[in-house]
Antibody, heavy 125, light 106 residues
Framework: EVQLVESGGGLVQPGESLRLSCAASDFTFSNYWMSWVRQTPGKGLEWVANVKQDGSEKYYVDSVKGRFTISRDNAKNSLYLQMNSLRAEDTAVYYC??????????????????WGRGTLVTVSS | EVVLTQSPGTLSLSPGERATLSCRASHNIGSFLAWYQQKPGQVPRLLIYAASSRATGIPDRFSGSGSGTDFTLTISRLEPEDFAVYYCQQYSGSPWTFGQGTKVEI
């Protein structure tokens, strides 16, 4: 079955670190950009980071730059998010998402076409 | 950063009725907009990309329109399974951003 399964969430104190993992199954993982997206009741959905197929390009939302690192291991069909210096506002459900694209009229359109079920990260003292 | 504002916050309708959801962008994003549906306890599901292209397997009662700064998701005749929260998302520039969502309720 084509799926993404996240793990690694939990309860941590402010300032601590956590590493999230996402295992991909039944598709050619190395063909896709991958993302982390988080969701909170108050702020809704927020894109966190993207990584290119070969890991050579990475992009982050400003609020996590310098604290979070996205990476991937194509040999293990896995995506990671290293989260350091965690803050209370990082509390959310973190989703791993596959980025697919389509070319229309010469323009590239991107979208999240496959999502994991998410892992909850709670940052609280 | 492109801010997406969705309206209304909540839409109260009955099965069979037409739903019209709005998404307004703070800057011109061309047609670089997607729509997602999220039901309680489920993950978001892609409905529309490129403002008006339906994703694979999405019923034709869902349609998207608009370009630039004003976009609309229309559900022509609401089915019971369509009651959910709908999000727009732009990918015109980094950071990719989502709207705050519109809840379609009975």
């Amino acid at each position: 079955e084509v799926q993404l399964v996240e793990s690694g969430g939990g309860l941590v104190q402010p300032g601590e670190s956590l590493r999230l993992s996402c295992a991909a199954s039944d598709f050619t993982f190395s063909n896709y950009w991958m993302s982390w997206v988080r969701q909170t009741p108050g702020k809704g959905l927020e894109w966190v980071a993207n990584v290119k197929q070969d890991g050579s390009e990475k992009y982050y939302v400003d609020s996590v730059k310098g604290r979070f690192t996205i990476s991937r291991d194509n040999a293990k069909n896995s995506l990671y998010l290293q989260m350091n210096s965690l803050r209370a506002e990082d509390t959310a459900v973190y989703y791993c998402a596959r980025v697919d694209g389509a070319s229309l009229g010469g323009l590239s359109h991107w979208y999240f076409d496959l999502w994991g079920r998410g892992t909850l990260v709670t940052v609280s003292s | 950063e492109v801010v997406l504002t969705q309206s209304p916050g909540t839409l109260s309708l009955s099965p069979g009725e037409r739903a019209t959801l709005s998404c307004r962008a703070s800057h011109n994003i061309g047609s670089f907009l997607a729509w997602y549906q999220q039901k309680p306890g489920q993950v978001p599901r892609l409905l529309i990309y490129a403002a008006s292209s339906r994703a694979t397997g999405i019923p034709d009662r869902f349609s998207g329109s608009g370009s630039g700064t004003d976009f609309t998701l229309t559900i022509s005749r609401l089915e019971p399974e369509d009651f959910a929260v709908y999000y727009c998302q732009q990918y015109s520039g980094s950071p990719w951003t989502f709207g705050q969502g519109t809840k379609v309720e009975i």
